[in-house]
């Protein structure tokens, strides 16, 4: 025991002795939240449009008058033909074009029937999913205004009344959704690359040599290790969550006990993890690459910006290997609804046979002998 | 005298590569036993063996009467060793080295302040003891690595040419402080390029291509090979037996 | 010379773990990006709570599990039992359907349904309401015998470049642009600032080899390996998802040099300024991979952002490559419609040379 005591001094004395470690512990985590959380957003807004209008009619101007007082839309110009719209999808200077062709208000007056064109450009497949549906919408609504100020008392009263309600986050903000999931990335990141590093280090430099000549047990040096970086990724995560709290309001409904119990449980997953990669590799250049590699995997299948049940069933199965899916999962289901251990507890019991896992192979790996 | 180093038959192999072949010798307690070879003539692979750090393909060897195979944790606990490479922390200072390494071979807290107070004023730089390494020069740091390795008092020390990219004087220096440790009666094993070293060592036992051609003490290898110095029986083993290239 | 580059290219390929990443990566990469990562909804679990239990919300249950989107995970027999599904997390919407559905939907034209969603994700939520609403509505309005609105607006849509409106699209771009940076920059930088730390760097320096020919001697394996790694995407995307090369290939790997290039001299930058391996790493993986994945617009649109990060977008070079990739292969565009983005790239690269010459100068006098 004492032993580990002198390992721990010297690991913390040396993480903060190296100046560029405080910034990274205090500032990148903030920086993180902010940017991550601003930009990895689905939320579409000014969607850029031209409008070519070839009616000129007050109907036409009616509907445009819907769409640039619309917060979805931002009308950017005005094309006088079609193939003239289109260029400016070409050039990337606006995402959607309008076209009202001429006689468009003509055939309202005489069919009760209008034309419209609406090209979109579908180089990202959602958005532009996203932005047709918004686009019809308006339409739609711009379409019940005229009946019903031509034919009052025309319109049909919906037979059925649907009331949609969202639980946990009614406003259906984004970021309540993100700022979860940024927060296990973040513990993740600190867990794995500096625990994996630091191993590694100690191998390229030669002192890893003057260690294994000692009678230190592998128990003792793999705890030292590990120690100084699951309580710094602990102290990360309060950090983040209380920036969560104060700069997006997003408080955590569960029980923070919990939270930090099962944080716990599944950074000595991650750390086990960099050890392990540590233990495979000679220089921080290969470390470096491998746990990036895994890292970029990992994140991308985890759920973090795409929902993991839209994944095929192999990419799901894959998924049962995936430590960051499990704590992200958990993660939002403390923070955000407030779940408890039973609504989890069959997650939570993979998570521990998998920290047992990598933990010992960690272990086995490490060898004092070359 | 009684033995603290005893190998009898010693093979390490690497595939079809014989780093070491069939190496016989032993140390005596309170000697200084030089290990002399060419580069890759096998010392340091020999050297990892008898440390613990690796294990051997066949033979009996026993360090500080433990068996390299089974009691490497019992053999680590009895010996110093100071690596090729510079290997304290460059980041800590003098003390916290002292603090660390003396921690993991159990001594006590009391044991590790006299220890280094007592070591570090034997250099003369206890004025430099709250130093972080990285600003010391490095024959300083070569003292305060040998200083480290027969902290907590070990049987053996085992050097890794411990003097190199050293100026004479210091080397002179350290050879004082290996001869201090001796007199305590710490048995020191030691691999250098340095024939001049060499006749400071008791017995030095040379190794060409993995095996010992010879081992006496300086003065009666010189007589063997006719040689005025270490330096010529040096030459004339390494040169004389097959070199294929 | 030739020898130099040689020497590179074993260091590169004896390092078989580093190979096994470098050329790897691409594939799993796409591989996931094209199946596994993607927006669409399909089999949402969800709850069904049947306050009616008549003929008609049977049909609209059976409506919506064989519309593909849905799946009928468990049917609730109370109000209270709904929380707890959210919090385990067994569904991500409940339909509530209210007593007498279809006498009143009969006998009033009133029926009322509840859909609730989990909004702890709010874009599923969001989708799944959508299209749970529509097919109820499709529903009734096939049952009351509909007579046509008086007025109708129809609009025909067109999905342009990508009428399938696949994933794949919009991230093979962003995979080859990434790529191309990570090992360009970010390897270059690295195996320098190694030469750096080991002092190899100075024997080379006081050969009789020149300083550029030291440089490009670095250099050269990189591009190569970076370009076999792009062709590699290009190949696979083009065979197995069916992205479709509409410009010209020529052109395309053209600009890929340029922009391999200007990546190739951002890595030189770093290790002019950096001391250690650890440093360059470090820089590398703050200044040019978070960047690039995240204001790039590789897979999440720039207009979305606050404006402060719009404008630092405008200096990240990937933005400007990945239009030019979706110009060429996307929309099968010609340097007319993206000469400016080609310049921007062009003198990012003259800066960076420029800047380590100068770096470099000064470490030499």
Known sequence: MRTILYILQKEFIQIFRDKAMLPIILVVPVLQLLVLSYTATFEIKNTRLIICDQDGSSESRELLAKFSGSDFFQIEGFASRYEEGVEWLKQGRAEQLLMIKSGFSEDLHREGTGKLLLVTDAINGSAAALMNAYALSIINQYNNEL?????????????????????????????????????????????????????????????????????????QFVVGKLLPFWIIALFELAFGLIVARLVFQIPVVGSVGLL??????????????????????????????????????????????????????????????????????????????????????????????????????????????? | ??????????????????????????????????????????????????????????????????????????????????????????????????????????????????????????????????????????????????????MHKPTIVFLDEPTGGVDPVTRRQFWELIYESANEGITVFVTTHYMDEAEYCERVSIMVDGRIEALDSPDQLKKTYKSASMNEVFLKLARAPKVVI | MKGFIFKEFLHIFRDRRTMLILFGMPIVQVLLFGFAITNEINNARIAVLDEAKDEMSRVITDKMTSSGYFELATVLQSRDEIESAFKKGQVKMVVVFEPDFSSRFVKEGQAAVQLIADASDPNTAGLLTNYASAIIRDFAMNLQDQQKPPIQLRTETT????????????????????????ISAMMTSISIAREKELGTMEVLLVSPLKPWQIISGKVVPYIMLSFINALVILILSYTVFGMPMRGSLILLLLESILFIVMALSMGIFISTVSKTQQQAMLLSMFVLMLPTILLSGFIFPIANMPLPLQWLSHIMPS???????????????GIAYFWKETLILAGMTLLFVGMSVKKFNIRLA
């Open chain 3, 159 to 182: 999905m342009l470049y990508n009428p399938e409106l696949k994933g794949v699209f919009m991230f093979v771009p962003g995979t080859i642009t990434i790529l191309l940076m990570l």
């Open chain 1, 147 to 219: 009946i019903q100020e031509k034919f009052p008392g025309k319109i049909l009263a919906e037979a059925v009344s649907i009331s949609p309600s969202y639980w946990y986050n009614p406003d259906l903000n984004y970021k309540t959704f993100m700022v979860p999931g940024i927060l296990v990335l973040l513990v993740t990141i600190i867990g794995m690359f500096l625990s994996g590093m630091n191993v590694v280090k100690e191998k390229e430099l030669g002192t890893i040599e003057q260690i294994n000549v000692t009678p230190i047990k592998k128990y």
């Open chain 2, 1 to 150: 005298m009684k033995p603290v180093i005893e190998v009898h038959n010693m093979v390490k192999k690497f595939g079809d590569f014989v780093a070491n072949d069939n190496l016989t010798f032993s140390v005596n307690q309170g000697e200084i036993f030089g290990f002399l070879g060419a580069n890759g003539a096998g010392k340091t692979t020999a050297m990892k063996i008898l440390c613990g750090l690796s294990k051997p393909s066949s033979g009996v060897i026993k360090v500080a009467g433990f068996d390299v195979y089974k009691q490497t944790e019992q053999i680590k606990r009895n010996i110093g060793y100071m690596s090729q490479r510079f290997s304290l922390y460059n980041d800590l200072t003098v003390r916290e080295n002292f603090r660390f390494y003396g921690g993991i071979y159990g001594l006590s807290g009391r044991q590790i302040k006299d220890q280094t107070d007592k070591l570090l004023s034997r250099l003369g730089i206890i004025q430099s003891a709250d130093k972080v390494l990285r600003d010391i020069p490095l024959g300083w740091k070569q003292k305060l690595a040998f200083s480290v390795a027969v």
């Open chain 3, 319 to 333: 933005k400007w490559f990945i239009i030019i990739i979706k110009q060429i292969m996307l929309k099968g565009l």
């Open chain 1, 260 to 370: 930090f119990g099962v944080a716990s449980l599944y950074l000595l997953v991650v750390l086990g993890f960099g050890l392990l990669v540590s233990t495979m590799t000679d220089t921080m250049q290969q470390a470096m690459f491998i746990s990036w590699f895994f890292m970029v995997v990992f994140i991308l299948m985890s759920g973090l910006f795409t929902p993991v049940e839209s994944m095929p069933d192999w990419a799901q199965w894959i998924n049962t290997l995936n430590p960051i899916a499990y704590f992200i999962q958990i993660n939002r289901m403390i923070m955000l609804k407030g779940s408890g251990f039973s609504d989890f507890s069959g997650l939570f019991y993979s998570l521990v046979a998998y920290a047992i896992l990598t933990l010992s192979l960690a272990v086995w790996r490490y060898r004092k002998t070359v």
